[in-house]
C-alpha cells in the first residue's frame, strides 16, 4: 500500500508508540508486567479520589471506638495504624508518590545516563576520557548512603530525593550506552551517514540513538525500578520527604511505633506494593531485552 | 582539466602500543602505510577501476577521495582544488559532489531507517532542497534504481534482499547527484546471478547523469567488465596504470602479471600459467623503502629495495608502470 | 574406464521447523562422487549446498532433519549407522570436512599444532609423539612449515590458516574431503596457491573431494564433475566439459551469462531476474520457474523428474528436449530481461 509522503510528526508518535505495545505484549512477561505497573499508574493518578478516608485522621470502628492497629476488615481493608489511621487510603496516596519519583528519577536519570553515554562512546579521546572518570567517580560511591547524606545536608523535601537517587542512578545506563555506541558507530551504515554529509550531532540522535533505544528502554525500566527501591529504603530509615507519604515512608512509621512484631498487616501492603511493581517493571524491561539482544528471540 | 587529482597522497596511521609496553618493554610506535605517494587522475565521466588486494590500500584511498579521512601529506585536488584547504561551507558542497557506495548490503543500511529515509537523509542533512521536493527525488530514484517507490517507500532493510538493499545504497548515493561516486566493492557481497544487473544498473546511471566512478574491487574479471581505466595497487603503492584492456591483456609489472594469471576463468579447457611470485604478502607496517613488491618479485635487484619507484611509461596511451626493470622483463602473450 | 562410487547419495531431504514454517532446504537429492575425482557443487547463496554437506556429516542444528532413501560409502550404509558408530568410524576417518569460513574455526587459544594433534588422537590410538610426527608431515604436505606448529592462529595469515584446516581434514587418510568454500574470502593470489596445492593433494594421496563453491571460475578449473544446486534441488550433473559446453538447464545458461571472465572482458553479462524462492512449506513444480525465460504453463505445477541427457549428464527440466533453442535464445538480454 503506498504511504503519504512526509507522514505527520503526531502519525510517525503514534506508529511507534503502537510499536512499542506490540513488543510488550509479545512477551508472556511482558504482558503480566505491563497490565500492573498499568494499575499502579491509574491508582497513581487518580489517587485522591479512590482513597476512602483521609490517611492522617483517626478512624472509629463500627460501634464507635478508636480504631486502633485493627486487622484487616471490611470497613478497612487494610487496617488501620496504632493511631487509628486507615493504611488502605495511605497505600493509595503513597502510590502516587512513589510512582511520581519513580518516573521522575527514572527519566532523568535515563536521559542524563544516555546522553553522556552516547557523547562519551562517540567521540572518544579526551571527551570520553573525563565522562568516563566521572562515571568511575560516582561507581564508587556506595548508592544509599551518598543518598542519605544529601538528604540529611539539603532537607527531607521531595525534591532532593528524586535529585539524590537520579545523581547516582545514571552511571550504569551511561556505561552501558556508551559501550553500544561503540560498537554502533563503527557499523558501516554511519560511514555512510558521515558521506552523506551529516553532521556529529545529526548522527548521534538522528542515527545512532534509534539503534541504542531498546537498550535505553530496558535501563529506564530498571531505572525506574531502582528509583523506587531506593526511595523506599531511604524513607524506610527516615530520609524520606517528610510532608508526603510514601511506601517507605510507611513502613518507617511502622518502625518507629514499635509495633512491627504485632501489625503484620501494616507490614505486608507497602512491603507487597514494591516487590509487585517492581518485579513487574523488571518483567516489561525484559519485553526489551529481547530485542536489545537479538540472540535471546526464541528460533 | 581533471575532475580529479591526487598527488603524492599518502596516508599513515599509526600503532601505538599501550603506554606501558611502551615504556617498560620499549616498543615503539609502528606505522602502517597505507597509502604511499599515489598519483590519480581521474577525468570527467570516466570508470577508474582499482584492483589490487587485502592491506593494498584501496579501501583507504576510498576514504580519502570521499573526504571522509585526510591524507596524511600530499594534495587532494578536486576541480583544482585542494579538499583540505576547503572551509566548512565548500566542504558541505563537496561532499554532495562526491558519494561513497559501500560494501556490505547488510551493514550500510541504518535498520531503524525506513527505505524512504535512508534516501532522502543526505538531501535532509545537508538541506539541498525543500522538505517535500526531497521526497519526490526520494521517490523518482528509487524508481531510476528499479525499486517502484509504492512498493518500497515504507519498507525496512531487514525486509528486502542483498541485491535490493544495494540498490538502495545507489540510491541514497545518487539522489544527491554527485559528480564523482565512489564505489567500494559493491558486489562482493551479492549473489552472482543478481552481479551483473547491479553492474549494469551503475553503468546506466552513469552515463545518464554523468558522473564519473572509481570503482574498487579484488575481482579484475568484474573490474575488466566495467572500467574505462584501471590501476592495480600493491601494499600502498601504484603499480600499474592504463585503459584496461592494456592492462589485462598485455600487464607490464611483475605483480600484475602475477595477479592476472593467478585469475581462475570459467571455462575448463582454459590454461593458465602459474603466476610469477613467491612468499607471501605481508602488511604494510614499518615497509621498506622502494618497491613493496621486490621482496616476491622474480624480476628485482637492489636497487629496487631502495629507491620508490613511481608510475613511469607511455603517456601516449596512458599505459604506465612503477618499475624499472621493464626492460629485463619478457614480454609475454597473455 | 568406469569408476566406482565412493560416495553414493539418493533421495535426501533436509527440513528446517522454524517460527515460520517449515524449511524444505534440501529436497530430492541424489548424486554419487566416484574415487579419485574432485566433485563440484556449485550454487548460490541459501541453494542448500552447505545444509547438504551438514546433513551428509550428521552435523545439522537441532531443529533440521534430515532423511534419505541411502547413504552409501564404499558400499557400506552410512545412512543408517548408529550415531557412536557414525562418531567413531565414519566422520573425520573416512569423510572429513574443511568447513566454511575454516579460518575462524581454529580456537584462539591453542597452538595451531595442538589442535591438529589432538584431532588426531580423538579418534585414533596414537602417543602424542607419533601424532606430532603425522602432523608436521601433513603441514609439510599443505606447505606450510613445521616449526608454525607452535604458532597460534592469529599468528597465522587467512590463507595459512586455512592451510592448516585443510591439514586437520587430511590427519587421519580420509577417502573424501568435502571442502565447503576453501577460498572464498581469500585474495586471488593466496586462493591461486591453495587450489594449486589442493590439486597436487589430491595426485598425492588420490582421496575424492566434494568441492563447494558459488564461483564458476573455481568450480570449472577445479572440478571433474560438477552438480548444478538451485532451492535445494539438484538441477543438473554432468562432466564438467559438458556442463561447460552442452549446458541443459536454464538456470546453468543463466549462470553462464551473468558470470565475467577475465578472458573476455567486453562480453556483455546478463543478469537473472527475480531472487531466490521460499522454501517454506511444500513447493510443486519446478523452483526455478518463476525466473526461467522459457517457462510454459505445466512447469509452475509438475516438478521436473532428473533425466539423462548423455553420458553422467542428468538435468531436471520439464523442456530439456527444447534445448537447442535454449541455448541460442540465452544469450541474448531481451530474452531475460524482456
Known amino acids: ?299 | 582539466m581533471a575532475l580529479l587529482e591526487l598527488k603524492q597522497v599518502t596516508r599513515h596511521f599509526e600503532l601505538r602500543p599501550a603506554l606501558l609496553d611502551r615504556l617498560m618493554r620499549g616498543r615503539k610506535t609502528r606505522v602502517i602505510k597505507a597509502v604511499e605517494s599515489m598519483n590519480l587522475t581521474l577525468g570527467n565521466e570516466e570508470i577508474l577501476g582499482i584492483a589490487g588486494e587485502s592491506g593494498c590500500g584501496k579501501s583507504t584511498t576510498c576514504m580519502m577521495v570521499a573526504g571522509l579521512l585526510a591524507p596524511s601529506s600530499g594534495q587532494l585536488l578536486y576541480r583544482d582544488r585542494d579538499v583540505n584547504q576547503l572551509d566548512s561551507g565548500e566542504l558541505n558542497e563537496h561532499r554532495r559532489r562526491v558519494q561513497m557506495i559501500f560494501q556490505d548490503p547488510y551493514e550500510s543500511l541504518n535498520p531503524r531507517f525506513r527505505v524512504s529515509d535512508i534516501v532522502a537523509e543526505g538531501p535532509r542533512a545537508l538541506r539541498l532542497w525543500p522538505e517535500r521536493e526531497i521526497s519526490e527525488r526520494a521517490a523518482s530514484m528509487l524508481d531510476s534504481v528499479g525499486l517502484p517507490y509504492s512498493k518500497y517507500w515504507s519498507r525496512y532493510p531487514h525486509e528486502l534482499s542483498g541485491g535490493e538493499r544495494q540498490r538502495v545504497g545507489i540510491a541514497s548515493a545518487l539522489v544527491m547527484e554527485p559528480e564523482l561516486v565512489v564505489a567500494d566493492e559493491p558486489l562482493s557481497m551479492l549473489d552472482v546471478s543478481i552481479r551483473a544487473g547491479i553492474l549494469d544498473l551503475l553503468r546506466n546511471l552513469a552515463r545518464q547523469r554523468n558522473f564519473a566512478c572509481i570503482y574498487v574491487s579484488h575481482d579484475l574479471s568484474i573490474l575488466g567488465n566495467i572500467a574505462d581505466r584501471l590501476l592495480v595497487m600493491y601494499l600502498g603503492q601504484a603499480m600499474e596504470v592504463g585503459a584496461v584492456k592494456d592492462v589485462i591483456m598485455q600487464p607490464r609489472h611483475p605483480y600484475t602479471r602475477a595477479l592476472i594469471s593467478a585469475v581462475p576463468v570459467p571455462d575448463p579447457r582454459a590454461k593458465r600459467a602459474a603466476p610469477q611470485i613467491s612468499g607471501d604478502i605481508s602488511r604494510p607496517v614499518d615497509p621498506p623503502p622502494g618497491c613493496r613488491f621486490a621482496a616476491r618479485c622474480p624480476y628485482s635487484d637492489e636497487s629496487c629495495r631502495e629507491t620508490f619507484m613511481k608510475l613511469e611509461g607511455s603517456s601516449s596511451t596512458g599505459h604506465q608502470a612503477a618499475c624499472h626493470r621493464l626492460e629485463a622483463i619478457p614480454l609475454e602473450a597473455s | ?338
Not at chain 1, 554529509?197 to 529506564?220: E, Q, T, W
Not at chain 1, 524506610?236 to 513502613?251: K, N, Q, V
Not at chain 3, 566454511?100 to 591438529?116: I, K
Open chain 3, 1 to 338: 574406464m568406469t569408476k566406482e562410487a565412493l560416495l553414493s547419495v539418493r533421495g535426501l531431504n533436509v527440513e528446517y521447523s522454524t517460527t515460520e514454517g517449515v524449511v524444505n532446504a534440501v529436497s530430492d537429492v541424489s548424486f554419487d562422487v566416484m574415487k579419485d575425482e574432485v566433485f563440484g557443487l556449485a550454487g548460490e547463496s541459501g541453494c542448500g549446498k552447505s545444509t547438504l554437506i551438514r546433513a551428509l556429516l550428521r552435523l545439522l542444528s537441532s531443529n533440521g532433519r534430515a532423511t534419505a532413501a541411502a547413504i552409501n560409502y564404499d558400499g557400506e550404509d552410512i545412512g543408517s549407522m548408529p550415531e557412536k558408530a557414525f562418531r567413531e568410524s565414519v566422520l573425520w576417518k573416512r569423510i572429513s570436512l574443511v568447513p566454511q569460513s575454516a579460518m575462524n574455526s581454529l580456537n584462539p587459544v591453542y597452538r595451531v599444532g595442538d589442535q591438529v594433534i589432538e584431532a588426531i588422537r580423538a579418534h585414533e590410538a596414537a602417543t602424542r609423539a607419533e601424532a606430532r610426527e603425522r602432523v608436521a608431515a601433513l603441514f609439510d604436505v599443505v606447505g606450510l612449515q613445521a616449526e608454525l606448529m607452535n604458532s597460534y592462529p592469529h599468528e597465522f595469515s587467512g590463507g595459512m590458516r586455512q592451510r592448516a584446516m585443510i591439514a586437520m581434514s587430511l590427519a587421519l587418510d580420509p577417502g573424501l574431503i568435502i571442502m565447503d568454500e576453501p577460498t572464498t574470502g581469500l585474495d586471488v593470489l593466496v586462493q591461486e596457491r591453495i587450489l594449486r596445492r589442493i590439486r597436487e593433494i589430491r595426485a598425492e594421496l588420490s582421496s575424492s573431494i566434494i568441492l563447494i563453491t558459488h564461483d564458476i571460475a573455481v568450480i570449472a578449473e577445479m572440478s571433474d564433475r560438477i552438480a548444478v544446486m538451485y532451492g535445494g534441488r539438484i538441477m543438473e550433473s554432468a562432466n564438467v566439459l559438458d556442463l561447460f559446453e552442452s549446458p541443459y538447464h536454464p538456470y546453468t545458461l543463466g549462470l553462464k551469462n551473468a558470470f565475467p571472465s577475465i578472458r573476455a572482458i567486453d562480453s556483455q553479462l546478463i543478469s537473472i531476474p527475480g531472487t531466490p524462492p521460499s522454501l517454506i512449506g511444500e513447493v510443486s513444480g519446478c523452483l526455478f520457474e518463476p525466473r526461467c525465460p522459457f517457462r510454459i504453463a505445466p512447469c509452475a505445477r509438475d516438478t521436473p523428474v532428473t533425466e539423462n541427457v548423455g553420458e553422467f549428464h542428468q538435468v531436471r527440466c520439464l523442456r530439456h528436449a527444447d534445448v537447442e533453442t535454449f541455448r541460442e535464445k540465452s544469450t541474448r538480454k531481451s530474452t531475460w530481461h524482456s
Open chain 1, 1 to 299: 500500500m503506498p504511504d503519504a509522503f512526509g507522514i505527520s510528526r503526531p502519525g510517525r508518535v503514534l506508529r511507534s508508540l503502537a510499536e512499542h505495545y506490540r513488543i510488550i505484549q509479545g512477551n508472556p512477561l511482558g504482558r503480566i508486567g505491563f497490565w500492573v505497573v498499568a494499575l499502579f499508574l491509574v491508582v497513581a493518578i487518580f489517587a485522591p479520589w479512590l482513597a476512602p478516608h483521609d490517611p492522617w485522621e483517626m478512624q472509629y470502628d463500627s460501634e464507635g471506638s478508636f480504631a486502633s492497629l485493627q486487622p484487616p476488615s471490611w470497613q478497612f481493608p487494610i487496617g488501620t495504624t496504632h493511631l487509628g489511621y486507615d493504611l488502605f487510603s495511605q497505600l493509595i496516596l503513597a502510590t502516587r508518590t512513589t510512582m511520581i519519583i519513580g518516573a521522575v528519577s527514572g527519566f532523568i536519570s535515563i536521559a542524563i545516563g544516555a546522553n553522556i553515554g552516547l557523547v562519551a562512546g562517540y567521540y572518544g579521546g579526551k571527551v570520553d576520557e573525563i565522562l568516563m572518570r566521572l562515571t568511575d567517580v560516582l561507581y564508587g560511591m556506595p548508592f544509599l548512603p551518598f543518598v542519605i547524606v544529601l538528604i540529611a545536608l539539603f532537607g527531607r523535601k521531595l525534591e532532593f530525593v528524586i535529585l539524590a537517587i537520579v545523581l547516582i542512578i545514571w552511571r550504569t545506563s551511561a556505561r552501558v550506552i556508551r559501550a553500544q555506541t561503540i560498537s554502533i558507530k563503527q557499523r558501516q551504515f554511519i560511514t555512510a551517514a558521515r558521506a552523506r554529509g551529516c553532521s556529529d550531532l545529526r548522527i548521534i540522535y538522528k542515527h545512532i540513538l534509534p539503534n541504542v533505544l531498546p537498550l535505553l528502554l530496558l535501563y529506564a525500566a530498571f531505572n525506574i525500578a531502582w528509583s523506587i527501591i531506593t526511595e523506599a529504603s531511604a524513607s524506610f530509615l527516615g530520609f524520606g520527604d517528610a510532608d508526603t507519604i510514601s511506601w517507605g515512608g510507611m513502613l518507617y512509621e511502622l518502625w518507629l511505633s514499635g509495633k512491627t512484631r504485632v501489625a503484620w498487616w501494616w507490614f505486608a501492603a507497602p512491603s507487597l506494593c514494591i516487590v509487585i511493581l517492581v518485579t513487574s517493571l523488571v518483567f516489561v524491561s525484559r519485553a526489551y531485552e529481547e530485542i536489545a539482544n537479538p540472540r535471546l528471540r526464541k528460533r
